[in-house]
């Protein structure tokens, strides 16, 4: 079973901070239990030493061997009380030549007798270790009950920091086209502060994005209902008018066909690029590109296209650059008289550069109302002006960039 609160982030937090502050506690849990133990050894080991010694000084008045009887050493009115409140268990005296060398598990104390051997004292860990032991529990016990209280609290006070982001994530679900969105949050740390305010941008943004898609194609839609309308009215007319030569038909019908299909290129060759980051751009290496990229239609119609000699550069989105400057070439090479010249200029001190073609026998230019809707619609983002002239033997169209970087 997957419970919905496992894959909350300030359950996850939390946890991690307690994990975190667990591993702290057991540390020191660790330590605090050796460090108890060790001082515990060393208190017996001194009261072990007070009880040799006054057993040496007041009660032993002979001297002892290792055959000597010990017994009466445990009887000692004052040793039973020394030890009555320590930690030593199952005592032992023995008497050695040399110091006795404590085995595992022995705590050993020695005291030298005036006779050259030593009395030593014996005891185990028992009652160190369920004292130390007693004192580990209680003290875990006191660690757990403070880690659940600090995860208690981290989660009560991650919950009230992270409420702006519920409200934020709120918002945004609700959010929709119809109104400005609100990104304005009650008291919101700084970090969920500049997501709210990234949020607000991006969907700026969207707005912004959508009300230019929404205007372009209903421009769109709105021209494109005029040759479709032509279309069908020929077609009725046709079939309807005997004295419509099929001739006459077809040559209309290929002219209404090749007017939807510069309507709909004006509508398609663009796609958005709002997010493009923008570069340096060089005007005249990308009108090279583009001369190569259209050759086949320049030899097609024998024309005679010219680079221009001076350059300079700009700083804008390189495919939607890319995209105009194809899109108003294209347009002046298919409308350009066959055997004609296509003049491309440039000036670098004005940070122009234009298009100028003689017109043919078509007439469906890039000035038309869809081609001119996207050039303003551009003409910011890319940052420049532009003017297009028009005559019955040339057309021109000049853009001048303001986002000038340098000349050359």
């Not at 030549?97 to 005291?111: F, L, M, R």
């Not at 209902?225 to 005997?242: C, F, I, Q, W």
């Not at 097609?300 to 804008?316: G, N, Y």
Request: aromatic share 10%; glycine share 2%.
């Amino acid at each position: 079973m997957k419970f919905r609160w496992a894959g909350s982030l300030k359950i996850k937090i939390s946890l991690i901070f307690s994990i975190l502050i667990a591993i702290a506690f057991g540390l020191n849990w660790m330590v605090a239990s050796e460090t108890i133990r060790s001082e515990k050894v060393a208190d017996l080991e001194k009261v072990l030493k007070h009880v040799l010694v006054e057993s040496a000084e007041e009660y032993i008045h002979t001297s002892l061997t290792p055959k000597s009887d010990l017994a009466f050493l445990y009887s000692i009115p004052h040793t039973e009380m020394v030890l009555k409140d320590s930690e030593a268990s199952h005592l032992q005296f023995i008497v050695t030549q040399e110091p006795y060398i404590s085995k595992k598990n022995e705590i050993t104390v020695a005291h030298t007798l005036s006779n050259g051997y030593h009395l030593n004292i014996l005891s185990d860990y028992e009652k160190v270790d369920l004292s130390v032991k007693k004192y580990a529990q209680k003290l875990l016990s006191r660690y757990l009950v403070s880690l659940l209280i600090i995860l208690l609290i981290s989660i009560a006070l991650l919950d009230y920091y992270m409420k702006p982001l519920a409200v934020l994530a709120k918002k945004t679900r609700e959010w929709n086209n119809q109104k400005s969105f609100d990104y304005s949050l009650d008291n919101p740390g700084k970090e969920i502060e500049e997501v709210s305010y990234a949020f607000s941008t991006l969907i700026h943004r969207l707005e912004i994005f959508r009300s230019k898609e929404a205007e372009l194609f209903q421009e769109a839609a709105h021209e494109l209902k005029t040759p479709l309308a032509l279309m069908r009215s020929r077609l009725d007319v046709y079939e309807n008018n005997e004295q419509y030569q099929k001739s006459q038909f077809i040559e209309d019908l290929g002219n209404d066909i090749e007017r939807l299909t510069s309507e709909l290129k004006n509508v398609l060759f663009l796609e958005s690029s709002d997010f493009e980051e923008a570069s340096n751009i060089n005007i005249a290496d990308m009108l090279k590109k583009l001369q190569t990229k259209m050759a086949i239609l320049i030899q097609r119609k024998q024309l005679t296209l010219t680079l221009p000699s001076e350059t300079f550069s700009i700083v804008a989105s390189e495919k939607l650059l890319s995209k105009v400057l194809s899109a108003l070439l294209e347009n002046a090479i298919t409308y350009a008289k066959e055997e004609s010249m296509v003049e491309i200029g440039c000036d670098h001190t004005t940070q122009k550069i234009w298009i100028e073609n003689s017109i043919g026998d078509e007439k469906y230019l890039f000035s038309s109302k869809i081609g001119e809707k996207m050039l303003k619609r551009l003409s910011h983002e890319l940052g420049f002006d532009y003017i297009s002239t028009q005559s019955e033997a040339y057309f021109r169209i000049e853009l001048v960039f303001t986002r000038f970087v340098q000349g050359a």
